[in-house]
């Protein structure tokens, strides 16, 4: 096998390249310096999108509905993409479309009307046979669609566990790479192979450091894509323009002002079916490690020095560096009544399900700041949302601290909002305060714009060669160092998860964690309701 090479690409751009010019072009993440690959990479020719574990729930569920988005908006090239799914399953290219196609309700006849198809293979993952086939597929399309002058892309999306990444990484190298866009080494005609691969990478250090090696024996960082969806979410793309590209924020982002920051991940349903898949990794694999703390990156960094991907993965490197080892004392765990009903979870587990755990930032900027990082299934409602709390004001004349605390909160989902809370003069003759805000609902404000799904935007990035909402291998390793010893005093029953009630806001200890040992301080009596839902 030769060693894996950095794509290099010098084609000028082709009709095809300018036929994937984004109709929106997004102020973060299409700003490359002229030294990036992105800059060299021509975006065009023929597109292979190879989906392995196209069996699966991802697939069904995320991979295949933002694809068909994708070309359905005008991003994805008419003539000259196609769709091969592979997994052990049996099934015919019509029962996968037929299962795609029942997920979301997709029009029938929008589907049928594509001039490309979804080709699936059935074959097994530790088996040459099944790749050599699926290799032949994408060959006989590249020629029947591009020839073998124009440039090919390939890109394999790993909707597949974990465990099976190596193995299957290995096959794909050895049979799939895209052939003739190298020479010597490098890509002439602007094709490119690339390999997506999902969360999570591995269960701690030691494991993801082993799949972090297996997969560079195999593959450049360029070639990589380590996706984490919730860097594909319309608000958290905001984050660096709302901190850098507003004077407002830039004084008060710190240690001085903020008095505690929380990230909220919130589901009201529990595991449904992914007991066994979710039993091994518990809600701090699944959701805390990473997507949570991709957000506190964003959140803390520094100013990058430019909107380059290495610049703004160099700065949230940075900040993961600085953050101190965590203490028992800083941690609440819960798992819901009912959980080990579930066929798929074992009778005796221990795994929580719900978690919040208060982490500290050393740093110039942070020092003294709890960051309160809560996930939970099964609870009283489904939101993620982002609680900058600032501390009081001082020398306060009109009492406001028993109004509440200025908030600004940066809501994710549902419903993307981001709002301030603040305190005003009660209208009226009275000199009395009352709690209010500052509302930008995107709903309100945006009526006439589709926020695209964050695996949307992801996939169409990894067409483009964008890797800034990915994650780099050295940013992997420093978020495995801050939560692995926590897991492991988990793992050896060290810390217990208690029970808490389906439908609730949690253990109440979390609560206390949060008022107590986080200093937050709830408004009584202030709720803030969405604008679409006013009368
Ligand atoms: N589902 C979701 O909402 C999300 C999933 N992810 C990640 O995406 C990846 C895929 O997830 P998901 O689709 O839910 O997973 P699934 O359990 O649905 O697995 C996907 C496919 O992989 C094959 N497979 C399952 N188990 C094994 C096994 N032990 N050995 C070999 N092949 C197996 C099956 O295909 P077949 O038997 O036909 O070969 C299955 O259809 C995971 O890494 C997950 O963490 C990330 C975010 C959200
Ligand atoms: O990665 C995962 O994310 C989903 C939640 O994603 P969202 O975009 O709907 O917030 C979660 O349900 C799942 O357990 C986890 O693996």
């Given amino acids: 096998m030769s060693p894996p090479t950095t794509e290099t690409t010098v084609a000028p751009p082709s009709a095809a390249a300018r036929e994937l010019a984004s109709p929106v072009v997004p102020l973060v993440s299409r700003q490359f ?16 999108v190879i989906l392995l574990g196209a069996s699966g729930d991802l697939a069904k569920k995320k991979t295949f509905p933002a694809i068909f988005n994708l070309y359905k908006q005008g991003f994805l090239p008419n003539d000259q993409l196609q769709i091969f799914g592979y997994a052990r399953s049996k099934m015919t290219d019509t029962e996968l479309r037929n299962r795609i196609r029942g997920y979301r309700d997709m029009e029938d006849s929008w589907i049928l009307s594509c001039s490309w198809q979804v080709t699936y293979i059935s074959g097994p993952y530790d088996e040459e046979s099944g790749y050599i086939k699926l290799s032949e597929q994408i060959a006989s399309h590249e020629n029947n669609k591009c020839g073998t002058t124009c440039s090919t892309r390939r890109l394999f ?3 597949l566990p974990p465990s099976v990444y190596p193995l299957v990484s290995r096959m794909v190298r050895k049979h799939c790479m895209n052939p003739h866009s190298l020479v010597f080494g490098v890509h002439v005609t602007g094709g490119w192979s690339r390999v997506v691969v999902e969360k999570p990478f591995g269960k701690d250090l030691a494991s993801s450091e082993d799949l972090s090696s297996e997969l560079g024996k195999l593959f450049t960082e360029d070639q990589l894509y380590r996706i984490d969806h919730y860097l594909g979410k319309e608000i958290v793309q905001n984050l660096l323009v709302m901190r850098f590209a507003n004077r407002f924020f830039v004084p008060l982002w710190n ?23 979710f039993d091994e990794y518990g809600i701090i694999r699944d959701i805390i490690q990473n ?7 964003l959140v803390t960094m520094e100013k990058p020095v430019s909107l380059t991907p290495e610049h703004v993965r160099d700065e949230k490197v940075k900040v993961l560096r600085a953050v101190q080892p965590i203490r028992d004392e800083d941690v609440v765990l819960g798992q819901y009544e009912g959980y080990k009903d579930d066929p798929t979870v074992p009778k005796d587990s221990v795994t929580p399900t719900f978690a919040s755990i208060i982490l500290h930032i050393n740093n110039e900027r942070w020092d003294g700041v709890p960051f309160i990082m809560k996930a939970g299934k099964a609870l009283d409602s489904r939101k993620a949302e982002i609680r900058v709390q600032f501390k009081d004001v001082p020398g306060d004349i009109f009492k406001c601290q028993k109004q509440g605390r200025n908030e600004f909160v940066m809501r994710l989902q549902p419903s993307e909002a981001m ?19 500052l509302d930008l609902s995107y709903q309100q404000r945006y009526q006439d714009v589709v926020i695209p799904e964050a695996y949307e935007r992801l996939i169409l990035d990894t067409i ?11 940013e992997l390793r420093v978020a495995w160092e801050i939560f692995t010893p926590l897991l492991h005093r988990i793992d050896e029953g060290k810390l217990k998860a208690v029970p808490y009630e389906q439908g609730s806001r949690g253990p109440k200890e979390a609560d206390e964690l949060l008022n107590v040992r986080a200093g937050y301080v709830r408004t009584d009596g202030y709720i803030w309701i969405p604008p679409s839902l006013k009368a």
């Fill in 255 to 277: 240690r001085d002002n903020i008095a505690n920051i929380q990230i909220v991940f919130k589901e009201d349903f529990g595991t449904e079916g992914r007991g066994g898949y």
């Fill in 157 to 159: 999306y790993l909707a």
């Fill in 464 to 474: 483009r060669g964008d890797q800034q909402h990915f994650v780099r291998r050295d």
């Fill in 291 to 297: 997507h949570l703390l991709q957000v506190l990156c």
């Fill in 33 to 48: 310096d002229d030294a990036s690959p992105q800059a060299r990479t021509v975006a065009g020719g023929c597109l292979s």
């Fill in 419 to 437: 709002y301030m809370k603040l305190t005003v003069k009660q209208p009226g003759l009275d000199m009395k305060a009352t709690q209010s805000e």
